[in-house]
């Protein structure tokens, strides 16, 4: 569509004589793109000038612009998931691999020289490496079929005190026997009625997946001590009140930088402070897809040097 206007004016300024761009609201409400072209033309008086504006409509062209930019950025961000993804695989496939190589090599040249206790000892190194290699393949794979949707909640009924004690000790075991990891857990129903309401409440919490629930607590959890010095503490507090069940877990640990905030969630994205603590840049990909499943929320606050607590809010369901 074409619109046309016209002015009379003394024409001093020719750098007025552009072209715009601007948003314009139709009679109907509906916001639309025009592009202004301007041209001075000389009338009966020197010097003064009628200006005729012609405007077009550009709409449909910017939404192309638009939708360009959009897939240009997201080829960007594809670009960069895959380098940390490439120097990911080096780092963690590239230590454990060369521990297996080497052990292996030892064991087939020294044999026959080396005790029994040191055959064992490079045999558990080869175990311990070829362990954390499935478990990274492993998690590889649940973050990319929870990326394509194939990920699947399978709600079922689930104690959460129970199930949350029972994981913080099974925590204690494989990661965190070097911090004090404290947890507790609030009901706020009325004591009077608390037995008489906690089936009820048991069947409230059928909405949830055990799998998906353990996937975000061990990652959040085994975090806090990964990141957090030795004989530190760890609060994981458990919430259940009305509809939905809280999961705040805290440590005084080494803090996440503000400047990588935004970016955690993305996969394989890593903090700058992260010295020499191993780690995928995985686990919060995992924690966050397995939230949104449960149409929840993940929220947290940090400080380098000063810890970080990470909040997880999932709504039951009757
Ligand atoms: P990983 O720990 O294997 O690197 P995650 O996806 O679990 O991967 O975490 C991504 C990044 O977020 C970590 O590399 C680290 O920089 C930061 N991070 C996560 N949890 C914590 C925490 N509790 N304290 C400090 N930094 C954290």
Redesign the pocket.
């Known amino acids: 569509m074409l619109y046309q206007a016209r002015h009379r004016y003394i024409l001093s300024q020719k750098e007025l004589l552009r072209e715009l761009e601007v948003v314009c609201t139709t009679k109907a409400g509906e916001e639309i793109w025009v592009e202004f072209s301007c041209s001075a033309v000389q009338t009966e008086l020197e010097g003064l000038y009628d200006f005729v504006y012609i405007g077009r409509d550009i709409t449909e062209r910017k939404q192309e612009e638009l939708e360009i930019r959009r897939s240009l950025a997201k080829e960007q961000e594809l670009r960069q998931v895959k380098s940390r993804f490439f120097s990911m695989l080096a780092h963690e496939f590239g230590n454990p691999l060369n521990i297996v190589l080497f052990a292996t090599q030892i064991l087939k040249e020294y044999g026959d020289e080396i005790t029994n206790e040191e055959k064992q000892e490079y045999l558990e190194h080869v175990k311990s490496a070829s362990k954390h290699m499935a478990q990274l393949l492993d998690d590889v794979r649940l973050l990319s079929s929870a990326e394509a949707g194939k990920l699947k909640f399978n709600p079922a009924p689930v104690d959460l005190p129970k199930f949350c004690s029972e994981l913080v000790e099974s925590i204690k075991i494989s990661y965190g026997q070097n911090h004090k990891i404290n947890f507790t857990c609030r009901k706020s129903l009325p004591p009077a009625k608390q037995t008489e309401r906690e089936s009820e409440q048991t069947q409230k919490w059928s909405a949830l997946d055990a799998k998906l629930l353990r996937h975000i607590l061990t ?1 959040l959890l085994s ?2 001590v ?3 010095p030795i004989d530190s503490y760890i609060d994981f507090e458990l919430n259940c009140h009305h509809e939905k069940a809280t999961f705040k877990i805290k ?1 005084a ?4 930088p503000i400047e ?1 905030q935004e970016q ?1 969630f993305e996969s394989y ?3 700058q ?2 010295g020499k603590i191993p ?7 995992i924690v966050k897809q397995c939230v949104d499943l449960h149409g929840g929320q993940i929220e947290f606050s ?1 400080e380098t040097g000063l810890g ?1 607590t ?1 909040i997880v809010t999932i709504p039951f369901y009757k």
């Open positions: 990652n975090n806090a990964k990141y957090s440590d640990g080494i803090g996440i990588d955690l994205y890593r903090a402070n992260v780690g995928t840049g995985l686990g919060l990909s940090s970080t990470f």
